[in-house]
Structure formats: C-alpha cells, structure tokens
C-alpha cells in the first residue's frame, strides 16, 4: 500500500520558520517527482515546489520563491520543505505528492497524496 505520511505543521509566528517532512512508502520514489501542495480554507488546492527525482531540477510557485525551499532524500524516501520568513497567508493544510517515472516537475498529474498537514500562521 502507497503511503506519504506529512510531518512537522504546527503554528508558527509571521516571520517564522517550520520544516514538513514526507515519508514515502509501499513503492520506490527514487525515480518520481515528488511536490508539495497547499489548500486554504475556501480556496483550491494550490501548488507550492516540486522537485525531480535526482534533485536536479526544482519549481516553485512565485508566492513562495525565496522564502521556501525544497529538497529530498531518496535514501530516506523523504521529500522536505524548508519554509521559512512566513506570512498569515502561507497557513493551509500542506499536502505531500508524488508523479511517477517522470523527470518533470510539472505536477499536472498527480498520482500519490499524502493526507495533509496544518500549518497555522499568526499575525
């Protein structure tokens, strides 16, 4: 069974910093695209970064682009994002994903989700 199991949301102070951790497991990931997404309460879910399977390439949505960043350790099956300097606006409940035998970090496709992690933020 496919498992991503988020870790680390809590809340935080504006300006502070948190650090999510995803554990993959039922699968080998060290060859998928692994991302991370967040959805606020009375919005969609959104994209947040990605990052492909060797780590050579990374994106990140504009709203987080120098405040965020992600990385991964295969041979932990374990993909984090460090987020850090966060606003009131950044709060949602963070999703792990993963997009399988890929090198692209467009995660159109979604094929693996974690069940989300909150992430509180207060002014």
């Known amino acids: 069974q496919v498992q991503l199991v988020e870790s680390g949301g809590g809340l935080v102070q504006a300006g502070g910093s948190l650090r999510l951790s995803c554990v993959a497991s039922?699968?080998?990931?060290?060859?998928?695209?692994m991302g991370w997404f967040r959805q606020a309460p009375g919005k969609e879910r959104e994209f947040v970064a990605a990052i492909s399977w060797a780590g050579s390439s990374i994106l990140y949505a504009e709203s987080v682009k120098g405040r965020f960043s992600i990385s991964r350790d295969n041979a932990k099956s374990t993909v984090y994002l460090q987020m850090n300097s966060l606003k009131p606006e950044d709060a949602a409940v963070y999703y792990c994903?993963?997009?399988?035998?890929?090198?692209?970090?467009?995660?159109?496709?979604?094929?693996?989700w974690g069940q989300g992690t909150q992430v509180t933020v207060s002014s």
């Open positions: 994903a993963a997009k399988r035998l890929t090198t692209s970090v467009t995660m159109d496709d979604v094929d693996y």
């Open positions: 039922g699968r080998p990931f060290n060859r998928d695209t």
